[in-house]
C-alpha cells in the first residue's frame, strides 16, 4: 500500500474540496470535511476524524488550509484504501449494474452528494479514466485511480 494517494486521487479530492469552498479563500471548514472525505467512499473511523481535525486545525478556528488538507489526510486515507473497497465504491456507482460507470451514472452520484460539477467536468472525469476510448469506465479503469494498494 502507498503512503500517497495517487494524482488521480487526489485530483479528485481537490474537486471535493472546490466544492466547499465557495468563494475560493483557500480554506474549508472543519465541519465540511468528514462529509468531503465519505463522498469520495472513505470510511475512517470517528476517532481517527477527530485526530485528523485536530492535527489540521489545532486552534479550532474552524478552517482548515486545503494544501494542509491533501498534505495530511492523503497519507491516512491511502493507509484505509483496500482493494474491496473499492470494488463496493465502485459498484455503489454503477448504479444499473452493467459492469461501467458512465457519464449520466457519475452525474446522478456527484448530485446525490451535492456536488455541483457542470456537464464537461463529468466528461472530462470519465475521458480521463477511460482508457480504451468507449466513454465508459470499466473496473480496471476505474481501479487505476487506487493503482498503489
Not at 466544492?19 to 468528514?34: K, L, R
Not at 491511502?78 to 465502485?90: C, R
Not at 467536468?121 to 480496471?140: A, C, H, R, S, Y
Request: aromatic residues 8%; glycine residues 8%.
Amino acid at each position: 500500500m502507498s503512503e500517497r494517494l495517487t494524482k488521480d486521487q487526489l485530483d479528485a479530492f481537490k474537486v471535493g474540496m472546490r466544492q466547499n469552498d465557495q468563494n475560493g479563500s483557500g480554506v474549508i471548514a472543519t465541519s465540511d470535511i468528514p462529509t468531503v472525505i465519505a463522498a469520495l467512499g472513505y470510511t475512517i473511523p470517528e476517532s481517527e476524524i477527530a485526530s485528523i481535525l485536530y492535527e489540521l486545525d489545532p486552534d479550532e478556528s474552524g478552517v482548515v488550509n486545503m494544501n494542509s488538507f491533501f498534505g495530511m489526510v492523503s497519507e491516512k486515507l491511502a493507509s484505509h484504501t483496500t482493494l474491496e473497497q473499492v470494488k463496493m465504491l465502485f459498484n455503489s456507482m454503477d448504479r444499473n449494474g452493467h459492469g461501467y460507470i458512465s457519464v449520466d451514472e457519475l452525474r446522478f452520484i456527484t448530485q446525490a452528494i451535492g456536488v455541483n460539477v457542470t456537464d464537461s467536468e463529468i466528461k472530462l472525469m470519465v475521458e480521463t479514466l477511460d482508457i480504451d476510448g468507449d466513454g465508459k469506465v470499466n473496473f480496471d479503469e476505474f481501479a487505476t485511480l487506487f493503482k498503489h494498494i
